[in-house]
Structure formats: structure tokens, C-alpha cells
Nanobody, 125 residues
């Protein structure tokens, strides 16, 4: 069992950058490094959207078309943390971003087993 905690959200102007972090909390019984992880995002009134995923070793990544080339997912298993670096942000990227973890891969199209509480990203025009 792993408890996920996101950080790094906030308000940024269009064209700017943000880096989200996701760490396994001290309450976790297992290391985040044993899980495949992904970011999803959701805007009120809309379906949850897959953003990016990375396998447990960090060798395989997957991105939605809407963020490919602008966002980078990576992880540091020694720190039990994974990240989403977001460049060239647009107002359409405004959403609550959720960190997820699951033994399965890829995570696109799946409902992951573990979810964080989410962190708000707001991009102003």
C-alpha cells in the first residue's frame, strides 16, 4: 500500500513552467519505486484525462497528445518521488492534477489503484 502526496501546483502565466512532485508518504507500506506511476488531470464537469505515465524502472514513458513535447515525466527512485515538468503552459492545462500508482503498465485507460489528493494548476492568459 502506498500513500501519495502531490506538491508544486499553483498559478502561472501562459507560456510559463511548473514542476509537480509526487512522493510516497511515511504512511506507505511499500516503496513508490515498485510501482508504475502516472499523472491524470481533471477539470470540474469534465472527464478525468490521462496526462503521462512512466514505468517503475523509468525506461518507458507515455504521453497524451495534448501534452507531448511540452511535459516531461520522470522519477527518482532513490528519493521515492516522481515528477511532472510542464513547459509552455496554456489556460487549457488548468486542472487538478493527480498522481497515481499501480502495478500495471501502461496506465493510459486504466483506473489506477492508488491516487493522491490532487494539486491545483491554474494557468492565466
Amino acid at each position: 500500500q502506498v500513500h501519495l502526496e502531490e506538491s508544486g501546483g499553483g498559478l502561472v502565466q501562459a507560456g510559463g513552467s511548473l514542476r509537480l512532485s509526487c512522493a510516497a508518504s511515511g504512511r506507505s507500506l511499500t516503496s513508490l519505486s515498485t510501482y508504475n506511476v502516472a499523472w491524470f488531470r481533471q477539470v470540474p464537469g469534465k472527464d478525468r484525462e490521462f496526462v503521462a505515465s512512466i514505468n517503475w524502472e523509468g525506461f518507458r514513458t507515455d504521453y497524451s497528445d495534448s501534452v507531448k513535447g511540452r511535459f516531461t515525466i520522470f522519477r527518482d527512485n532513490a528519493k521515492n518521488t516522481m515528477y511532472l515538468h510542464m513547459n509552455s503552459l496554456t489556460p487549457e492545462d488548468t486542472a487538478v492534477y493527480y498522481c497515481t500508482a499501480d502495478p500495471r503498465y501502461p496506465l493510459r485507460g486504466l483506473v489506477a489503484q492508488y491516487w493522491g489528493q490532487g494539486t491545483q494548476v491554474t494557468v492565466s492568459s
